[in-house]
């Protein structure tokens, strides 16, 4: 990407970022809640499966590794971790749930 991204531009980045307790990637699991575009920044709120999630802060580096490789240096982004609303097993795509036979 080289000039600002769109916000499924930026999905398609974060889908490289994988929970490694259960093998999907945040945007399928519902993790991401939003993700919002200005000049020269862009903003993403985002859950874990629970605030006890032991991967929490793997998965944040790894959100912030993808987006340095795909962004270029002079956007900014900030990562909103969030606890409202909660997160649901409703919340997952159609994809990610049937990767857990529901």
């Known amino acids: ?7 499924e531009s930026v999905r398609e980045v974060l889908r490289q970022v994988i929970d490694p307790e ?3 990637n945040i945007v399928d699991l519902g993790l991401v809640y939003g ?3 200005a000049p020269g920044q862009i903003s993403i709120r985002l859950t874990m499966t629970s605030p ?3 991967m929490g802060d793997m998965i944040m580096s790894d959100i912030d590794a993808a987006l340095d ?3 270029p240096p002079e956007i900014g982004v900030v990562v909103n971790l969030v606890w409202d609303p909660p997160w649901s097993p409703e919340m997952m795509n159609k994809d990610a749930r049937s990767h857990f036979g529901w």
């Open 1 to 7: 990407m080289s000039a600002m991204p769109d916000v």
């Open 22 to 24: 259960v093998g999907v």
């Open 35 to 37: 993700i919002d575009i």
């Open 52 to 54: 006890a999630c032991p």
């Open 69 to 71: 490789a795909a962004l």
